[in-house]
């Protein structure tokens, strides 16, 4: 099926490394968003991109955390100098249009050792 | 900030039973969804509510905003064991209609 797409499905890494996060939104989709759902919880808005408009960042835990879209389709989430705390599953999501339904990838899980 | 409370937490309910869940906030909302999760994956939306006392169906699933805009429910009947997941309810910010804040959830398993 042509919905989101998110890779890695799973990434363990050492505290203090990088990590870079992929995310494929449905084609023709203008809106991308980023979640975090920590384990048992609801999930955490981190940023959203609308066509080529300045992303909203206002959910961005720390400066350690930055997300990029290129060409108004994939995106990347990179975490620098991941903590223990960065461990978490997460989600990208896209819509049609920004405020559209929003339709989820099945996330990459995070964990820091 | 705006926060979604949702009751209950988990339930556990025969297979064949009705359930009902909730989720309330103390700001307003103009818009509410309900998600479902299941392990392993992303949040699939079932019912999307756009006006106050809008009462809306999708097979099996109702779901209900609230008049004051302060909350909103959903219900399934008859429930089977593919219901199992946890159900969250979201609306969009105030000021936006992208960012979504989501609820706590509330996690369903269903025995035969």
């Known amino acids: 099926g042509a919905g989101v797409s998110q890779s890695p499905s799973n990434k363990v890494t050492e505290k203090g490394k990088d990590v870079e996060l992929r995310c494929d939104p449905i084609?023709?989709?203008?809106?991308l968003y980023w979640y975090r759902q920590s384990l048992g919880q609801g999930l955490e808005f981190l940023i959203y991109?609308?066509?080529?408009?300045?992303?909203?960042k206002s959910g961005l835990p720390s400066d350690r955390f930055s997300a990029e879209r290129t060409g108004g389709s994939v995106s990347t989430l990179t975490i620098q100098r991941t903590q223990q705390e960065d461990s978490a599953v997460y989600l990208c999501?896209?819509?049609?249009?920004?405020?559209?339904?929003?339709?989820f990838g099945d996330g990459t899980r995070l964990s820091i050792l | 900030g705006q926060q979604l409370n949702q009751s209950p937490q988990s339930m556990f309910i025969q297979e064949g039973e009705d359930v009902s869940m909730n989720c309330t906030s103390s700001?307003?909302?103009?818009?509410w969804l309900w998600y479902k999760q299941e392990p392993g994956e992303g949040p699939v939306l079932l019912i999307a509510?756009?006006?106050?006392?809008e009462l809306t169906s999708n097979g099996r699933l109702t779901a209900q905003f609230g008049i004051t805009r302060k909350d909103s429910f959903l219900n399934i009947s008859a429930s089977i064991p593919s219901d199992v997941g946890i159900y969250f309810c979201?609306?969009?910010?105030?000021?936006?209609?992208?960012?979504?804040?989501f609820g706590t959830g509330t996690r369903l398993q269903v025995t035969l």
């Open positions: 700001s307003i909302f103009n818009t």
């Open positions: 509510l756009y006006k106050a006392g």
């Open positions: 979201a609306g969009p910010r105030a000021g936006t209609a992208s960012k979504l804040t």
């Open positions: 999501a896209s819509s049609a249009v920004g405020g559209g339904p929003q339709h």
């Open positions: 084609s023709g989709h203008t809106a």
């Open positions: 991109f609308q066509g080529n408009s300045a992303p909203d």
